[in-house]
């Protein structure tokens, strides 16, 4: 309490608290001063104004708000509760108050204030730098002179993303860490509190900080990064209320951060998604696996937001690149078609069918040396290796290249897992659509040969018994029976090709049933060569056997003489009337029968189809059949535990070996 002349506006008398108050250590100290002293000029306007208006007022009683000044110069707000008292001609003759430190009460206020004001700035925005950055500057000067917010990245490095201060290295080395690490507070209110040693303590007094808090940034049990505030100058410390202040502060921002980060999730969630869907519906129109594999490359470097992409198809254990984008032409040609063996090494790409994924060029030849060579000229960016498998099998990869290193977050992965899916299913549904159009074309192919094979017999047949007809009705019986020699010719000959068309039926449905017995290989040779002596002789050819006695074997003798029988039609069909060698001789546990010709051999291409249903080595238009010979005799050699092969070139013949296993029953 204080009282003071009306007259003077001198301070008559003061209580000792009053002196405490306002920093001096007895009330001896301030009677007699001016209260002018006690105020500032804006705290001396309000008084001088209350007083004014209550004494016009006859108002004896007044309460207000001031700012006073203590001792040392720093001012503090007051609460005054005064009273003024009048002589019987209403002369002013005695004021006094009693008076309150609204200091605590003014920064609950503000704090309460400030906490509402960062609630409606931090939930105005879902934008993460946008908030971060409104994070920071609400930060100071309110809770600090500087102000730094770093974020834990997917990949647990820290990243710092804000900053209010001339240096963006504000944050105290360690604590950082520290408190990502624990999600525990680090508070240092004077810097010989600093815990973390001298090199931190000379690091930040070369910055002018005496005093900081660290505290984390958490939502959801998750810990997102950390907000960290340093006073540099003044007399002001880091007290207990702006360690609860900043804690707040970091709670709303933390909810506020971790909304927008699920906001951030949830847009990019729906790009990849339309982007996937994009390129769905491009695959769905693509026909051919060439079409397939450039909406794959040109669409999914867009999906990816890659640089470079190649397409390799898997065939007969290479990899045969199908589109590219991105890569020097030159190397990609060096490299066609790629060894499936290049990639042996990778255990989880050929074995798991897992994609490999890798931030930088290093961590790629780390894990993949063998893609050095690629590596090397396109730089050090981040890579992928996607294998293309579906049910059954893997049917190719996809190489995907960026510029720019980076880390792969789990969405990411498994976007580049669906569209490698995609991408598979796409181009399995073109290659069946490829074979089922080929298969088409072969089978209208084989009935337009078959058509043909049927009707020359038949044509041939009509006219032999219009002849004998016309021969037995003149008497002539030695043309007849020539006739009906002919006749039965033809009818052996439609008999067969009938028999090659039941045979593929009971093969394709699996029931082409052997008869299995003790077979002399060499006497079934004999036989075939007794059957086809007519057909030697037409053609001007030579039979040239040379057969081993006693190799035998527990095979169907019906069935391998019909092997027997195609291979030397072959051979005589195709061999320009030179001689047929056949060979039969054996070799530890197996039989072996070869047939060589000398006539206009295969070509490379026909070779690795030669054995397929309704295939030819050359064109129908020159040599009849329907191309199922070597299909039949490759079925029924397998069905006996064999097998078959061929060895050609263009113009040198070629030659047939049936390996047979020597086998007792049971």
Known sequence: MASMDPETWCIKAVNPAFARMHGYDSPEELVGRHVRELLTPEGFVILYAELKVKVSADEGHHTFETVHLRKDGSCFPVLVDGVTLKDERGKVIYRAASFQDLTARKEA?????????????????????????RL???????????????????????????????????????????????????????????????????????????????????????????????????????????????????????????????FQKAKETQARTERLQDLTAALSRAASVEEVAGVVIHMGLKATRAQRGALLQLREGKLHLMCHSGYPEALMRAYQPLPLEVFSGSQQLLHERRPLIFGSRAECLAQVPEMTPVSSVVGEGARALLPLVTEQRMIGFIIVGWEEVKSFSQPEKDFLDALSLQCAQALERAELYRDSQAAVRLRDEFLSVASHELKTPLTSLGLQHVLIERAVSEGVLDKAHA????????????????????????????????????????QVVKDGLERMEAVFLQAGSIPRPSLEPGVRGWWDGSRLEQVVVNLLSNAVKYGAGKPVVIQVDSEPGWGRLCVRDEGIGISAEALSRLFGRFERGVSDRHYGGLGLGLYISRQIVEAMGGT????????HGARFTVRLPLLAPG
Do not use: Y
């Open 109 to 133: 206020e503000d704090r309460f204030s400030f906490i509402a004001r960062a609630g409606e700035v931090l939930a105005s925005s879902l934008d993460e730098d946008t908030l971060l950055q």
């Open 644 to 651: 078959i092969t061929v060895q050609s070139e263009l113009g």
């Open 483 to 522: 006739r009906l020699a002919a006749s039965v010719r033809q009818v052996n000959r439609l008999g067969s090709l009938v028999g090659s068309l039941l045979d593929v039926s009971r093969i394709s449905l699996g029931k082409l049933a052997l008869e299995p017995s003790e077979v002399d290989l060499a």
């Open 136 to 262: 920071a500057e609400l930060s100071v000067p309110q809770l600090a002179d500087a102000c730094a917010v770093d974020v834990l990245t997917e990949d647990g490095h820290v990243e710092r993303r804000a900053v209010m201060h001339h240096d963006p290295n504000t944050s105290a080395p360690g604590a950082t860490d520290q408190v990502l690490r624990t999600g525990e507070p680090v508070i240092v209110t004077e810097l010989t509190d600093m815990a973390h040693g001298e090199e931190h303590q000379t690091w930040l007094r070369q910055l002018g900080v005496k005093s900081f808090i660290c505290v984390p940034l958490q939502a959801r049990g998750q810990m997102l990064g950390a907000l960290t505030l340093g006073l540099q100058s003044g007399p002001r410390c880091h007290g207990p209320p702006d360690v609860e202040l900043a804690q707040e502060l970091a709670r709303r921002a933390s909810l506020s951060l971790d909304n927008a980060l699920l």
